[in-house]
Every structure is written in structure tokens, then in C-alpha cells.
């Protein structure tokens, strides 16, 4: 994935295949919600650290979020 493609699919927003998750300090509840979903129709991506709007907030790089 580069960054033309994030670009790209923060400008489109969130979808049948996309979906924004903020995740700071940790992973959202609902992220393996999400994982499942997308497993059991076509597929999308999942782009951590960007709010429901769109806009980008980051992860804190000194947090273990896996």
C-alpha cells in the first residue's frame, strides 16, 4: 500500500470496503468486528489513525497497540 493509495481513500471516506479507526493509544473495540465483516463479504481496508470524518490523528508511536 503507498501513500497515493491512502490519499485516495481518505479523499472517497469511508465505504462498503473502507473504514476509518482512530487508534491513538490502542485499538478500537469494534476493530475485529470490522476484520469480520470485511472477511465475510469482498473485502476492504482498514486505516488505523484516522477519525470517522476523515481526518488523519495518528497513533502514539510509544504505545503497543498489537
Known amino acids: 500500500m503507498n501513500i497515493e ?3 485516495q481513500m481518505l479523499e472517497k471516506g469511508e465505504g462498503l ?3 476509518f479507526k482512530e487508534a491513538v493509544n ?4 469494534n476493530l ?3 476484520v469480520c465483516a470485511f472477511l465475510n463479504t469482498d473485502g476492504g481496508t482498514i486505516i488505523l489513525g484516522v477519525d470517522d470524518f476523515g ?3 495518528g497513533v502514539n508511536p510509544d504505545k ?3
Not at 490502542?26 to 473495540?29: E, F, I, R, V
Open 17 to 19: 470496503n473502507c473504514e
Open 55 to 57: 481526518k488523519v490523528v
Open 64 to 66: 503497543k497497540i498489537c
Open 5 to 7: 493509495f491512502i490519499k
Open 26 to 29: 490502542s485499538l478500537p473495540k
Open 32 to 34: 475485529f468486528e470490522t
